[in-house]
């Protein structure tokens, strides 16, 4: 039954990963999901379960990123979907952020999947079968945006990683989804979710008007729905042959058009050039 397998979540304590697991759940799945916080898990959530396995975990270090796979592995005997969805927006200018500011970014949002990856595809490749989410962002394909460049740059490396690996999963067995959603109405944007820079220059006004716009705009009014979202996530996991690139959202669809099309422009205007380069 598919409603057997056991979802591995990481940052599951708020966004959509706490709506993932909460219509998991709902639908009768076995869940595991991960916060550094587990206490915020237990009380949005509930105590451990049969079905329900709440683990303290810091993605950063990777002997907790070791324990949480075991505890894992030890409570519900295998792991069939991993749901990379732990990260945390850095808004900042590329002269802004400080060296500090920027590799803080990288460690959570790139290096710590990656320590969830390495720990949890011996299993699936031992087990012949498995399936990682790895969410992105629309982010992680199109970076023109004024004060996340930092953000982007981690997202877009999510992205190319993410493609690495399903290059070398799909020979066992492992399915892989790299997932770029748009804007949707979590807490994401919300203080405390959301890293600013701690050195600001003044002339960077174009950046400044991007937080003020996604702190007193954007924020509460997304147009995306995060239990569709989730949901869709859901009825990928159950596809034969699901899809290595799923963007979410209109926004993430019309943005990703946008830039497809600037690119084939690019590759058309500059074609003589561009071939002009071989012996």
Same mark, same amino acid.
């Given at each position: 039954m598919d409603t057997n397998k056991v979802w591995f979540v990481t940052g599951a304590s708020k966004g959509l990963g706490l709506t993932l697991v909460k219509k998991l759940l709902a639908n009768g799945y076995k869940v595991a999901a991960t916060s550094r916080d587990v206490n915020a898990l237990i009380t949005e959530i509930g105590t451990t379960s049969e079905q329900f396995l709440p683990i303290a975990m810091d993605i950063v270090t990777e002997s907790s990123v070791q324990k949480a796979v075991q505890n894992t592995i030890t409570h519900f005997k295998t792991i069939d979907v991993v749901v990379n969805n732990a990260g945390y927006g850095q808004i900042g200018t590329l002269e802004e952020l $400080?060296? @500090? @500011? $920027?590799?803080?970014?990288?460690?959570?949002?790139? =290096? +710590? &999947?990656?320590?969830?990856? /390495?720990?949890?595809?011996? *299993? =699936? /490749? !031992?087990?012949? $079968?498995? *399936?990682?989410?790895?969410?992105?962002?629309? %982010?992680?394909? *199109?970076?023109? =945006?004024? %004060?996340?460049?930092?953000?982007?740059s981690t997202k877009f490396a999510v992205s190319g990683l993410t493609e690495g690996l399903q290059a070398e999963a799909k020979a066992f067995g492992v399915n892989v989804t790299l997932v770029y959603p748009g804007y949707f109405r979590t807490n994401f944007l919300s203080e405390g979710s959301m890293g600013l820079p701690k050195n600001p220059i003044a002339d960077y006004e174009e950046a400044? #008007? $991007?937080?003020?716009?996604? #702190?007193? @705009?954007?924020?509460?009014?997304?147009?995306?729905?995060?239990?569709?979202?989730? @949901? !869709? &996530?859901?009825?990928?996991?159950?596809?034969?042959?699901?899809? &290595? *690139? &799923?963007?979410? +959202?209109?926004?993430?669809?019309?943005? !990703?058009?946008?830039?497809?099309?600037?690119?084939? !422009?690019d590759l058309a205007n500059w074609k003589t050039l561009t071939i002009s380069t071989a012996y």
């Open positions: $400080s060296d @500090e @500011e $920027s590799r803080r970014n990288f460690d959570v949002n790139v =290096f +710590g &999947l990656l320590n969830v990856i /390495r720990n949890t595809m011996s *299993h =699936f /490749r !031992a087990n012949k $079968s498995g *399936h990682f989410f790895n969410i992105s962002s629309i %982010g992680g394909y *199109h970076g023109g =945006f004024p %004060g996340w460049g930092i953000y982007c400044r #008007q $991007s937080v003020l716009a996604h #702190q007193n @705009e954007i924020n509460g009014n997304q147009p995306g729905d995060p239990e569709k979202a989730v @949901e !869709a &996530l859901i009825q990928i996991s159950k596809e034969k042959n699901p899809p &290595l *690139h &799923l963007f979410l +959202g209109q926004d993430a669809y019309d943005m !990703a058009n946008s830039k497809i099309e600037n690119v084939k !422009a």
